[in-house]
């Protein structure tokens, strides 16, 4: 694997983090997060972080690396996880790329480069999101941009502003700016297929374990840090329901329901994203025979 990225994709729940880890040990590589919301300090149980003791000494990147407070940054993200697959590839190290944030993962390894801001247009439109809401606004985007519509949700303000944004500075397509297919590195992309059922199970019996190991106390905790502000991290699911029920909008165990049901739709719109891209290779197995399977396809990329 020498001089190639290794990337372990698909959606929440799906077994990602500890095929990364089984990869890395295998390669003597070393695991880069693409997961947006591990990005964060103290969103832990939350976004299913590994523990220090569950990496079994497999050094990770990008992980805790930005105060609740800051907005997600796609292009900060890329120059950084960049920064640290060149300094892997130099040092003759494999680099693990781990996450199911699909445009993350298209931004670190694929050419893509990130239109400007212009704080004027943004503000505008910012005002406009919370005078008229963000059906208007998607509207709006329908009619410049048919394409960017229909792969932004309506009810996502901040995505609708900024495809307005890039579409009024630079005259062209929001879509235009998408990335492609064409790759910056000599990646192997493993994809972790689990069937629906099975995928809604774990979805439900992992929110089960976030509320036992303590997330309230959590978003408790980064509630007091400024996670209300945060216009990325307040919207992460588990947080944003249960700042609901801090709010008092919703009871707990509303809240609950709510996280299992939202991160069942998150988790199609994660598979139905990277079902696109041809050059991820699916594994349908588990545990132990999983990383056997991706073991063996990535030996077969080594020899094609």
């Known amino acids: 694997m020498k001089n190639r990225v290794i990337a372990v994709v698909g959606p929440t729940a799906a077994g990602k983090s500890d095929l990364g880890v089984a990869l890395a040990k295998t390669f003597g590589g070393e695991v880069i997060n693409a997961d947006s919301m591990q990005l964060y300090r103290g969103m832990d149980i939350g976004t299913a972080k590994l523990a220090p003791a569950e990496r079994d000494g497999v050094p990770h990147h990008l992980l805790d690396i ?31 790329l781990v996450g199911g944030s699909g445009l993350y993962v298209r ?45 932004i949700l309506p009810s996502n303000g901040r995505r609708i502003v900024r495809a307005l ?30 069937p629906r059922p099975e995928l809604d199970d774990r979805i439900t019996r992992r929110v089960d374990r976030m509320w036992d190991a303590g997330l309230v106390a959590e978003v408790r905790t980064l509630e007091a840090a400024g996670l209300r502000d945060g216009l990325t991290a307040s ?8 700042l609901a029920a801090l709010a008092g909008e919703c009871t707990e165990q509303e809240a609950r329901a709510e996280t299992v049901r939202a991160t069942k739709r998150f988790a199609r719109r994660q598979d139905s994203w990277f079902r696109r891209d041809p050059r991820v290779r699916w594994l349908t197995s588990r545990g132990q025979e999983l990383t056997d399977d991706a073991l063996t396809l990535l030996r077969e990329a080594v020899t094609a």
């Open 66 to 96: 930005w105060d609740v407070t800051e907005t997600a940054n796609v292009a900060d993200y890329q120059r950084l996880a960049r920064a640290e697959i060149d300094r892997l590839l130099a040092a003759g190290c494999v680099p693990v």
């Open 107 to 151: 931004a670190a390894l694929d050419v893509l480069e990130f239109p400007g801001t212009d704080p004027a247009v943004r503000a505008r439109l910012e005002d406009e999101l919370r005078a008229l809401g963000s059906g208007a606004l998607h509207t709006r985007l329908a009619a410049a941009d048919p394409e960017a519509a229909r792969a």
């Open 165 to 194: 944004e890039v579409i009024e500075i630079t005259g062209r397509p929001f879509t235009a700016n998408l990335p492609s297919h064409e790759s910056v590195y000599d990646t192997v992309q493993i994809g972790v297929d689990v």
């Open 235 to 242: 919207r992460a699911l588990g947080y944003q329901q249960m």
